[in-house]
Structures are given as structure tokens and as C-alpha cells.
């Protein structure tokens, strides 16, 4: 039997620029662009909508309201797949906090900066500047201004 995993990234935005997160990758030790992502789980999570929102309070300290659906990216590996649901969302509160060290252990992360980069800024960015291709589509996404209605994800009570 195959593992899945469900990650949810948000694209979170504040007047045309793009939050983003720099952290650690895992195998290069080196630090990336990454846009706000957490696993779905099912202890603490309501849905994937209560996954962005808990996600983007613990890697950047921001609360957000999700606007839209950007699109579904999945990833094939022995042993699993990946299936990343990437939302858009605008920022409601722009004071941005990364978590304390001890909290980031605890997540198993490690949070450098958070950071808003424009659209022109982005457009200049190199696929080797993000954390994976998943991070680099779902920005480019946002970039041509991609958005589905929420409403195409449908939520079982």
C-alpha cells in the first residue's frame, strides 16, 4: 500500500506582493524560498482550510483568508506520493513573526526569514532559488494570475 502524504501550501499576499518563507532543506542543509506549506493532520485539522490557516500563524505568524484555489500538484516517490493543494489567500494581519526556535523544533523546521517579494522581484528569481519545483510552480501560478473558485474543493462534514 502506497503512503500519502497531503501537504497544503498558501500563497499569501498583501497588496500585489507575495509572502514568503526562507528555510531549510533537509538533504543540502542550504536555505530556500519556500511559500507557507504543512501536512494536513487529522488531530488538528478540520480540513485543508484549517491546515492554512494553522500553518500560516506557525511558519510566518499571519493570519489570512483564503481566496482561492490554485491548483493540485502531485509528487511520486518509492514508497508514497505527494499531493500538494496549493490555496491563495490575502494576509489580514501583516505583522509577521517567525516561531521561536523551541517552537520550530517541536515542527521540525527551521525558519530563517520571512520575507514580501513583488511580482517584478519574483519574475527575476531562479528555479534553484526555491525550496522544490512544487514551491516554483505554484509561484509562477500566482504569477500569470491563476485562480480557481474555492468552491471546486469539496468539503465532507
Same mark, same amino acid.
Given at each position: 500500500m502506497s503512503n500519502i502524504n497531503l501537504?497544503?501550501?498558501?500563497?499569501?499576499?498583501?497588496?500585489g506582493s507575495l509572502l514568503l518563507i526562507k528555510e531549510i532543506n533537509s538533504k543540502d542543509k542550504k536555505y530556500y524560498w519556500n511559500i507557507i506549506k504543512g501536512? /494536513? *493532520?487529522?488531530?488538528?485539522d478540520k480540513d485543508i482550510l484549517a491546515t492554512a490557516?494553522?500553518?500560516? +500563524?506557525?511558519?510566518?505568524g499571519v493570519k489570512i483568508s483564503i481566496e482561492? /484555489?490554485?491548483n493540485i500538484i502531485t509528487k511520486s516517490k518509492k514508497g508514497g506520493i505527494? +499531493?500538494?493543494?496549493?490555496?491563495?489567500?490575502?494576509?489580514?494581519?501583516?505583522?509577521?513573526?517567525?516561531?521561536?526556535r523551541g517552537d520550530q523544533l517541536k @515542527?521540525?523546521? *527551521?525558519i530563517r526569514e520571512v520575507k514580501f517579494y513583488t511580482k517584478k522581484e519574483l519574475r527575476?528569481?531562479?528555479? *534553484?532559488? /526555491?525550496?522544490? @519545483?512544487?514551491? /516554483? +510552480?505554484a509561484i509562477r501560478g500566482w504569477l500569470n494570475g491563476k485562480k480557481n473558485d474555492i468552491s471546486l474543493l469539496k468539503f465532507c462534514s
Open positions: 501537504k497544503v501550501g498558501v500563497l499569501a499576499s498583501h497588496k501536512t /494536513f *493532520d487529522s488531530e488538528k490557516h494553522r500553518e500560516a +500563524i506557525e511558519e510566518a482561492g /484555489f490554485l505527494t +499531493i500538494q493543494i496549493n490555496l491563495i489567500a490575502n494576509l489580514t494581519s501583516k505583522k509577521l513573526k517567525i516561531a521561536s @515542527e521540525n523546521e *527551521d527575476k528569481m531562479k528555479k *534553484d532559488d /526555491f525550496m522544490n @519545483e512544487r514551491a /516554483f +510552480i
